[in-house]
């Protein structure tokens, strides 16, 4: 059975910085593109941060541009969001998520529909 876990989010003061990582199991996703979404209260689900099977190609939504950083480690099969300067906005569940594909070529994927499977969510909230 193939499970992504998260773990690493938390509370946090506005213009701190969390990483956040997904540790899979049950299979290994080392030459997968992987990707980072996050859901907040009431809003749909979008996109954060994609990243190329070597890690040499990533994607941010434009609002994270500059503030958040995706990468991975293949020999441990874990990948990783940093985010730096957050804010209340950036408040929400993020979710790590993986394609059903062993090899995604020279591509990260920007759609959910790209994905197959997902993490259970780890949450970012703020502290007043």
């Known amino acids: 059975q193939v499970q992504l876990v998260e773990s690493g989010g938390g509370l946090v003061q506005a213009g701190g910085s969390l990483r956040v990582s997904c540790a899979p199991s049950?299979?290994?996703?080392?030459?997968?593109?992987m990707g980072w979404f996050r859901q907040a209260p009431g809003k749909e689900r979008e996109l954060v941060a994609s990243?190329?099977?070597?890690?040499?190609?990533?994607f941010y939504a434009d609002t994270e541009k500059g503030r958040f950083t995706i990468s991975r480690d293949n020999a441990k099969n874990t990948v990783y969001l940093q985010m730096n300067s957050l804010g209340p906005e950036n408040k929400a569940f993020y979710y790590c998520?993986?394609?059903?594909?062993?090899?995604?070529?020279?591509?990260?994927?920007?759609?959910?529909?790209?994905?197959?499977?997902w993490g259970q969510g780890t949450q970012v909230t703020f502290s007043s």
């Open positions: 998520a993986a394609p059903r594909n062993y090899y995604s070529g020279h591509n990260y994927y920007t759609g959910g529909n790209d994905y197959a499977y």
């Open positions: 049950g299979r290994t996703f080392f030459r997968t593109a």
């Open positions: 990243i190329r099977w070597s890690g040499g190609n990533t």
